[in-house]
């Protein structure tokens, strides 16, 4: 009998904190907190960035956002003031990192030295502005000996590595 | 010696002749061809034209290395085969020969076309696919004769590889001594050769383009006949496409830009002057840079010199006006000039409008050599150049030139080492993947191969000689050399390290730094700036700057 009186006070304890669950939201939610959810995010690597994005609609909305893949760009360097305005204009960080960045810093992955983060931010970034102005001459009808495929200084680092 | 009546001949060779079916139809019969027959070669009972003995004598030798090679064959050979008579022992060699040669009809798939249409893109293995399941059919009944017909076939391959390398420099000779007769049978040897080599890839594709080269020199003269009449628009396309294929361009333009920023670095009026705009490729990287350096950008004006655009396209003003949209985007303020000059001797240094307060940098990407002619010194265009150059007192001069001695006076020395070179070029080219890149990069280089060996006087523009030349030329004209430093070569080793093939190599030569393929050096760029001519108060400001 007793137990039995001790069984319900648990649960009617226990449907109260539940019930509290329930109408209060816990202490802490990361969604509520968008500012730290970037900082989180912004320090992932490329591949967990994009599974990240599929989680919910407001991590997606900030994976996809351009000041993320700044942190990607230029993660072991502190770039200088004015990069940012160049690296927008010439299309974003998103397209600089999926397009020259990441390929860059794979293709020296095996002869890297630390010492060449920053020549290699350098690359990737005149690269980069090569292929914006491709792209700018694609937009006028310059022709083309072959109809699609637009020469591309970026295609080189497309194709795999063939060793 | 016995003379055998010139009628009878005719008749013979004539006969024989219609009747080969291997070779192309031979060359109508030229009088000096219709010499006497080998008298020793008659006492023992073969008739063989004197003139003929060098070509029966190679082709016997083939024909014992592929009986050796394929003994399974012999016995067919004595039962099955319809012999000509013996004695005319041309015609025998070349049906016994073409016996062997005959391509196995089923794994013809394996062995490559030879490309003939350089223009047309053919995958030669995407077009085994449809053909794979017949030839499976047929292999369990013919496997033997297969492997033994492809053992043939690739031996004949390496041989044929090998004796066109030794028809062709023995062709460069004949033709260096003015023997075109006998300059031509080796053409149409080679060409027939060439069926049987796969053209696709390695010595088979160069010798291709080559044999063309050559067979443009006997046929069309050395006027230049259509090549050089390419329009500027299709060369820039070609020219465009050979800077995807490969990184000789690319090593060219970074390394230039990374001299002109460091010889820029607190200037902040500058003006560069490129000798050849094309599609202006190198400019958005210098502009990037010169956007990004710190305390901020300078003006920055281009001049740009170009061939002039037929039909009314200013295409020289198209390219100014993309640059000028790149460097609004990245707020560079900057002016564009366009020089249309169908020579680069035809420019004057008024045109350049060059403003005493700014500082000059003068980019020459592959084309000073065309300002070299046969005679050395004697009031070449490259000397008035120069001088001029040297007036506008640059801040830098970057030069990129073939690392090539294709200037050379004598023929054969020449064609040899184009062979060379060429060819490590086309190997380089191997690793490319990208097409339709490659392929019109290999058409690009066609060109020089064939402007090299079939052109002269005027007509031959390119004229590429080696590093060690063009210092002591521009030491002597009174431009002092400058070091390329670190930050370039790093730079340099980045960007080829990027490139899917291992076989690239950077190297420093005192300053300046080569690409090559496989240590053997393709490319060379150097940096220069001119002496002043009065003694210097101040002494000039180092441009070389330590990482």
């Known amino acids: 009998m007793a137990l039995n009186h001790h069984l319900s006070c648990y649960r009617q304890d226990h449907h109260e904190t539940v019930g509290e669950n329930k109408e209060k939201r816990p202490k802490f939610f990361i969604n509520d907190h968008a500012d730290i959810l970037i900082e989180i995010l912004k320090r992932l690597d490329g591949r967990s960035l994009c599974i990240a994005a599929s989680v919910c609609r407001l991590w997606c909305n900030i994976a996809r956002s351009d000041s993320i893949w700044e942190n990607m760009c230029f993660r072991h360097v502190s770039p200088p003031p004015s990069v940012r305005s160049v690296v927008l204009a010439l299309g974003g960080y998103k397209r600089l990192y999926m397009g020259c960045v990441r390929p860059v810093r794979s293709r020296l992955g095996r002869a890297r030295r630390a010492s060449w983060a920053r020549d290699e931010v350098q690359l990737s970034l005149s690269l980069f502005c090569v292929d914006y102005y491709e792209r700018l001459g694609g937009s006028n009808s310059n022709g083309r000996l072959v109809g699609e495929s637009l020469p591309s200084s970026l295609m080189f680092l497309c194709k795999p590595v063939n060793v | ?547």
């Open chain 2, 1 to 547: 010696m016995v003379l055998y009546d010139s009628t009878a001949l005719a008749g013979n060779s004539s006969g024989s002749s219609s009747s080969s079916s291997s070779k192309p139809p031979p060359p109508p019969l030229q009088p000096q061809q219709q010499q006497e027959i080998d008298g020793l070669l008659a006492g023992a009972g073969y008739k063989v034209r004197s003139s003929e003995l060098r070509k029966v004598a190679q082709r016997l030798e083939r024909l014992e290395t592929a009986m050796v090679n394929s003994p399974a064959d012999f016995s067919q050979l004595a039962s099955d085969t319809i012999h000509y008579n013996p004695s005319d022992l041309a015609s025998w060699v070349d049906s016994l020969l073409s016996e062997f040669a005959q391509p196995p009809t089923c794994p013809s798939e394996f062995v490559m076309d030879p490309v003939t249409n350089q223009t047309v893109v053919n995958d030669a293995w995407t077009t085994t696919e449809p053909n794979m399941p017949q030839v499976h059919q047929n292999i369990s009944y013919e496997q033997q004769s297969l492997n033994n017909q492809l053992t043939v076939v690739t031996a004949m391959e390496e041989d044929s590889g090998i004796r066109l390398v030794h028809m062709l420099m023995t062709c460069a000779e004949c033709i260096q001594r003015g023997d075109f007769p006998l300059a031509t049978s080796f053409l149409e040897d080679m060409q027939g050769l060439l069926t049987r080599v796969n053209t696709v890839c390695g010595i088979g594709k160069v010798a291709g383009h080559f044999i063309d080269a050559l067979g443009r020199r006997i046929f069309q003269g050395i006027g230049g006949g259509s090549i050089n009449g390419g329009s500027a628009y299709e060369n820039e396309i070609l020219y465009h496409h050979f800077y995807e294929a490969c990184p000789y361009l690319k090593f060219a333009h970074f390394t230039a830009n990374q001299a002109i920023l460091e010889a820029f670095d607190g200037h902040d009026c500058v003006h560069v002057v490129d000798f050849n705009l094309m599609h202006g490729l190198q400019w958005p990287a210098l502009i990037q840079a010169l956007a990004l350096r710190p305390g901020g950008p300078p003006l920055l004006r281009l001049t740009g010199i170009g061939p002039p655009s037929p039909d009314g396209r200013d295409s020289l003003r198209e390219i100014g006006l993309r640059l000028a949209e790149l460097a609004r985007s990245v707020n560079v303020r900057f002016a564009f000039r366009g020089v249309a000059a169908s020579r680069l001797e035809d420019v004057k240094p008024w045109m350049l409008e060059v403003n005493p307060k700014e500082s000059v940098a003068v980019n020459s990407i592959m084309q000073l050599h065309r300002l070299l002619g046969s005679e050395p010194n004697r009031n070449s265009p490259v000397e008035t150049v120069l001088s001029w150059i040297r007036s506008l007192n640059p801040k830098i001069m970057t030069v990129v030139e073939q690392e090539a001695n294709h200037n050379q006076p004598g023929f054969l020395d020449r064609f040899t080492e184009a062979l060379h070179y060429y060819s490590t070029m086309f190997d380089s080219l191997e690793a490319c993947t990208v097409q339709p890149d490659k392929a019109l990069a290999e058409i690009y280089i066609q060109r020089e191969i064939t402007n090299v060996v079939s052109c002269e006087g005027s007509a031959r523009v390119e004229r590429h000689e080696p590093l060690a030349r063009w210092r002591t030329r521009l030491s002597g004209a009174g431009f002092r050399p400058l070091h390329l430093g670190s930050n370039a070569y790093k730079q340099a080793s980045m960007l080829l390290t990027l490139f899917s093939a291992e076989g690239y190599s950077v190297e420093e030569n005192d300053g300046c730094l080569t690409l090559g393929w496989h240590s053997r050096p393709l490319i060379a760029a150097s940096a220069w700036q001119a002496l002043s001519d009065a003694p210097a108060e101040f002494p000039a400001p180092d441009t070389h700057r330590p990482s």
